[in-house]
């Protein structure tokens, strides 16, 4: 037998005994606006913590920045009840957020609870609010066409499985029931909606109204409205991204439609300014700029083979204000824009979209060429109307001068109402592309 030293026998044995880490603890000492400090706690950025609060319910706070020893904290929710002194533990359970296909069907806040009262949740695991970084050579090209079901961009603005488009208005445009229309009508296995920063009201009228029960069969809605705290609006747009991730790494085809991407930049602004951040463009802080495409490239095509996400986001620009500096970031790192003129919905002309404004980069890689050439052509004769439409309306213009300008007047009526659509009207892709051809022929397309 060999005789082991009172060491080895006791490091032999040590790995059956359980051993509790020490729970550190820090405490509350100065709260400025929306600005918690803590010392005691030696927590990395990202971390969760409870804080003691008098009104018997600890109130939930993200670590967002530090100086020296001391720790700022952004509280989830409203800070009532906070003292001077209180405790501050760390939360490790937070870190880490409920997915799997038992959220289908149900509606969450930001961080992952049900809002809805149709039970707990029944979910398959977690994962990571941040997600994980894809090799841009190992994702799949954008070559297959999506049907969103909505005429004028499935002909005109067609959108390819994988894509990232925004849409871009101001407020009371209709942005929102466009949206709707995509979430009836897109052909998707699964449907992830980001409701962020957006009046509470349209969130029941969003499920009941526009998704309906069987758009809801197959959709999660993720909904974090105005009156939450600028860090909840932030993890609810995070939290979609990390459930529509779920489902495109299980092979499903998922369309992710976030409502707004203006809303998860103001809260980010929020934040960044109440640490001390400076402001940089129109008050926006660096920090905006460079979370905005790190969340966008959340999104896309994985491998070949494997699932995909195809996203919607929505962006307002404030006094519709093209180049806002968030329409400016967006534009330069989504994969297309639909614009929605103020001008045309005013004119009862739905969906409002601006067809000369509006583009999808993918398109010259999922149509034929004859489409797009069809595309180019109407976009031409539409644009040689609006260019001399002042001159037409006062009658300045004689019939005759210019053959472009008399095909534009005549066909200006059909053109119209080609790229207008019902609410409750599905266009799909096949239809959409064969009225543009029908059109195009009137155009004299095919003999010039």
């Known amino acids: 037998m060999v005789?082991?030293?009172?060491?080895?026998?006791?490091?032999?044995?040590?790995?059956?005994?359980?051993?509790?880490?020490p729970l550190v603890e820090g405490r509350l000492v100065r709260m400025v606006g929306l600005t918690l400090e803590a010392v005691g706690c030696n927590l990395p950025v990202g971390s969760?913590?409870?804080i003691e609060s008098t009104t018997g319910v600890p109130v939930e706070a993200e670590v967002v920045g530090f100086s020296g020893d001391n720790i700022f904290l952004m509280p989830l929710k409203n800070s009532e009840g906070l003292r001077p002194g209180a405790r501050v533990t760390p939360n490790l359970n937070a870190m880490n957020v409920p997915v799997g296909f038992g959220l289908l069907g149900r509606v969450l806040d930001g961080y992952g609870r049900p809002l809805d009262d149709k039970g707990p949740l029944v979910t398959d695991g977690s994962a990571s609010l941040d997600g994980r970084t894809i090799n841009p050579l190992n994702r799949h090209p954008i070559d297959t066409p999506l049907d969103v079901?909505?005429?004028?961009?499935?002909?005109?603005?067609?959108?390819?499985?994988?894509?990232?488009?925004?849409?871009?208005?101001?407020?009371?445009?209709?942005?929102s029931v466009l949206l709707g229309m995509m979430t009836r009508f897109t052909q998707a296995d699964i449907t992830v909606v980001g409701l962020i920063g957006e009046r509470g009201r349209e969130v029941k009228e969003f499920i009941e109204q526009i998704l309906g029960a069987e758009g809801m069969?197959?959709?999660?809605?993720?909904a974090s409205p105005a009156d939450d705290a600028a860090l909840m609006r932030l993890r609810a747009a995070q939290l979609t991204h990390s459930v529509a991730e779920y489902y495109r790494d299980k092979g499903k085809n998922v369309l992710l439609l976030m409502d707004s991407l203006t809303r998860y930049a103001q809260a980010q602004r929020e934040i960044a300014l109440a640490i001390g951040e400076p402001p940089a463009t129109k008050g926006y802080p660096p920090s905006v700029f460079a979370m905005l495409p790190k969340l966008v490239e959340r999104t896309g095509n994985s491998a070949k083979g494997q699932g995909s996400i195809t996203a919607f986001y929505t962006v307002l620009t404030e006094g519709d204000d093209q180049q806002d500096p968030i329409a400016d970031s967006a534009r330069a790192i989504l994969d297309g824009h639909i614009v929605l003129s103020r001008r045309l919905a005013e004119e009862g002309h739905y969906p409002a979209i601006d067809v000369e404004a509006s583009i999808s980069r993918a398109m010259p890689q999922i149509v034929s060429a004859e489409h797009l050439a069809r595309v180019y052509r109407f976009k031409q004769v539409y644009a040689k109307y609006q260019q001399n439409?002042?001159?037409?309306?006062?009658?300045?213009?004689?019939?005759?001068?210019d053959q472009e300008i008399d095909l534009a007047i005549t066909l200006m009526p059909v053109m119209r109402q080609f790229l207008q659509q019902r609410l409750d009207e599905k266009v799909d892709l096949l239809t959409s592309q064969q009225r543009l051809e029908l059109l195009a022929k009137n155009m004299m397309l095919d003999g010039r």
Do not use: W
């Not at 030293?5 to 051993?19: D, F, G, V, W, Y």
């Not at 925004?166 to 445009?173: I, N």
């Not at 439409?389 to 001068?401: M, P």
């Open 149 to 175: 079901g909505v005429g004028v961009i499935n002909s005109m603005l067609t959108v390819g499985q994988g894509q990232r488009m925004g849409l871009f208005a101001g407020s009371g445009v209709g942005k």
């Open 217 to 222: 069969a197959r959709s999660v809605v993720i």
């Open 389 to 401: 439409k002042d001159l037409i309306n006062v009658g300045a213009y004689t019939r005759g001068s």
């Open 3 to 21: 005789n082991l030293s009172l060491a080895e026998r006791l490091r032999s044995h040590q790995k059956n005994i359980p051993i509790d880490q």
């Open 48 to 50: 969760y913590c409870n």
